[in-house]
């Protein structure tokens, strides 16, 4: 069964602040993303990777960095935290052998107040 | 650049009744379409997905979606909805399996009513 596991699960943060947020798959896939979900505009690509040490930009990159350093890990971070960044974040891997279906984690909730 | 459009952001429907839920997209060549389901309080699963050959896709727990090159549309449907497959439904376009990027249309929030 493909697994992704993202931490912390809920977050709490000051306009300003630095978040990270964590992802390991055990799936042995290549590929991981950064999405998040806003209402309104379901899901957008913030991040993606092909491996450790790559990092594809995605549609909404602003304000974001990643880093992927193995093959297992993605971190997502924000290091000035703002209001419009609040939201659902989802963390998901694949690779070529699934056809690019999508396994997700069960999403960060971050709250910038 | 490549887009997919869920017209509709809410549908409620009797259980029991049929169901189509719209996706349309848009890239200049064949794109790689999926449908994803979201329960409260989880993560995207995979419901089907279409690459090539049959236009009529069948998937997990009796849904399928019929691809339409020249309306640019996979649009998913159900023969009979139970009160269980409310949720929240995501039509998604890649250009390939190699790695692309996945790109979401805003969802469907469906409700199923008794």
């Known amino acids: 069964e493909a697994a992704v596991t993202q931490s912390p699960r809920n977050k709490v943060t000051v306009t300003g602040g630095n978040v990270t947020l964590s992802c390991r798959q055990t799936?042995?896939?290549?590929?991981m993303y950064w999405y998040r979900q806003d209402t309104g505009h379901g899901l957008r690509l913030i991040h993606y990777?092909?491996?450790?040490?790559?990092?594809q930009i995605g549609d909404v990159p602003d304000g974001y960095k990643a880093t992927r350093t193995t093959q297992e890990d993605f971190f997502l971070l924000l290091e000035l935290a703002s209001p419009s960044q609040t939201s659902l974040y989802f963390c998901?891997?694949?690779?070529?052998?699934?056809?690019?279906?999508?396994?997700f984690g069960e999403g960060s909730r971050l709250i910038v107040v | 650049a490549q887009s997919v459009t869920q017209p509709d952001a809410r549908v409620t429907v009797s259980e029991g009744a049929s169901l189509q839920l719209r996706c349309k997209y848009s890239?200049?060549?064949?794109?790689?379409l999926f449908w994803y389901v979201q329960y409260p309080r989880q993560g995207l699963q995979l419901l089907l997905k279409?690459?090539?050959?049959?236009?009529v896709v069948q998937g997990v727990n009796s849904f399928e979606a019929e691809f339409s090159k020249s309306n640019s549309s996979f649009h998913l449907q159900k023969a009979s909805v139970h009160w269980s497959d409310s949720a929240v439904y995501f039509c998604?376009?890649?250009?390939?399996?190699?790695?692309?990027?996945?790109?979401f249309g805003s969802g469907t929030r469906l409700l199923v009513s008794p």
């Open positions: 998901a891997s694949s690779d070529s052998v699934s056809g690019n279906t999508l396994y």
């Open positions: 279409y690459y090539s050959g049959d236009p």
């Open positions: 998604a376009l890649s250009m390939g399996t190699g790695g692309y990027k996945v790109v």
């Open positions: 799936n042995s896939h290549n590929y």
């Open positions: 890239y200049s060549a064949t794109p790689y």
């Open positions: 990777s092909y491996g450790a040490g790559n990092l």
